[in-house]
């Protein structure tokens, strides 16, 4: 009977799945000639962003490397209105002085060491005009000391006088105040470096050429006082690795120190010449690189690639060379082998290497207050 009655049992429906929402259809891509143009004046900001920033970099190329143009000293710079060459990289617009110290330092020495070259770059930005003018290492005059007070002294010795182990930047500093005082000239910057990184600044731009106006030499030459390396240079123009190059300047035998000063500006007007002629541009990383090693300055790196920038569109075959030691006559009544600047030849020095009258009259009349003029 039960089993009857089961069978009479409707069948167990299932349970229906519920409904599952379609997926909306992906709107149509809308073609993009059909799209709505933007704002017109996006557009035009856009392009004009893209100009400036051109432009911009058109402007700090060139100021680093001008493009060369045929028939022209000049290159061509693209100027950024309101903004010098020289503002652009933290430099005054006004002339500026940068002291050039050569250290002749031998490997292992450590401690002060007396200056053996010794050359004010004055930059005129303005005017672009640039000159160089040296100073004898030999030269009397009153060096500033510590503790107040002056001592006279060849001027070579003021960066010993000045030189403190605890203070950076003493040494250059007492050699400018020692120019200030004695000649009347403010020094802006310095750029201090020894045989060494000169040797490498002469390497990583492949060497320098200079004409030798009179054939000299040294046989038992020496940079480090272990090492013999004759050397000699016949007259004419001679293209000289960096160990020649420093030895160039550096040899005193069978010639005076004046000639040696000469011969110190040659090779710095060269190695100038060489990093700022557009042929150089491939080599500026590299010399960047050494130049960041090799010396000692207060010149940022910004205000140093600007220094190079202004050199190189002043081009260094229009820097003014001039030499103190053309004004130095031996002091016969001193000690040791030093030499007294003359005030006339002097001022006449200073106004040309600087395009200053005021600045060479200047520094006549401090030689004459300063009791040390002959």
């Known amino acids: 009977m039960s089993s009857d009655a089961e069978d009479l049992q409707p069948p167990t429906e299932e349970p229906e799945a519920p409904e599952v929402p379609e997926a909306p259809a992906p709107p149509e891509a809308v073609p993009e000639e059909a799209r709505p143009p933007g704002p017109p004046w996006r ?45 652009l990289f933290a430099l005054p617009d006004d002339p500026f002085t940068v002291l050039i110290v050569g250290l002749d330092r031998r490997p292992g020495e450590e401690g002060p060491t007396r200056t053996d070259t010794i050359l004010l770059l004055r930059v005129d930005p303005d005017r672009d005009r640039a000159g160089i003018l040296s100073i004898p290492r030999d030269a009397l005059v009153e060096i500033p000391l510590p503790q107040d007070g002056f001592t006279v002294d ?17 040494a250059p500093a007492s050699l400018r105040e020692a120019i200030r005082h004695n000649l009347g000239l403010r020094v802006d910057y310095h750029v201090v470096l020894d045989v060494r990184g000169a040797d490498r600044m002469i390497d990583a731009v492949g060497g320098v050429s200079v004409v030798v106006e009179r054939a000299f030499g040294q046989e038992d030459y020496s940079d480090d006082d272990v090492h013999v390396v004759p050397q000699f240079f016949p007259e004419g123009k001679l293209h000289m690795n960096s160990y020649e190059a420093v030895a160039y300047s550096r040899i005193r035998e069978g010639s005076s120190d004046l000639e040696r000063i000469q011969r110190q500006q040659q090779v710095a007007e060269a190695l100038i010449a060489k990093a700022s002629s557009p042929r150089s541009f491939w080599r500026l990383p590299m010399l960047w690189h050494t130049y960041r090693g090799a010396v000692e300055s207060d010149l940022s790196t910004w205000q140093s690639v600007g220094l190079l920038a202004l050199l190189k569109r002043i081009g260094g075959d229009d820097i003014v060379l001039r030499s103190l030691g053309d004004a130095a006559v031996a002091c016969t009544s001193c000690n040791a082998s030093t030499l007294l600047l003359d005030p006339q030849e002097t001022a006449r020095l200073v106004s040309e290497a600087f395009g200053d009258d005021g600045a060479g009259q200047e520094a006549a009349q401090r030689l004459i207050e300063a009791g040390i003029a002959p």
């Open 43 to 87: 557009r035009w900001l856009a392009g004009l962003a893209l100009v400036l920033v051109a432009y911009g970099v058109l402007a700090v190329g060139t100021a680093i490397q001008p493009v060369p143009l045929p028939l022209r000293s000049q290159g061509l710079t693209f100027p950024l209105p309101g903004l010098s060459t020289a503002r």
């Open 154 to 170: 060849r001027i070579n010795t003021a960066f010993v006088f000045g030189y403190d182990p605890d203070k950076g930047g003493s």
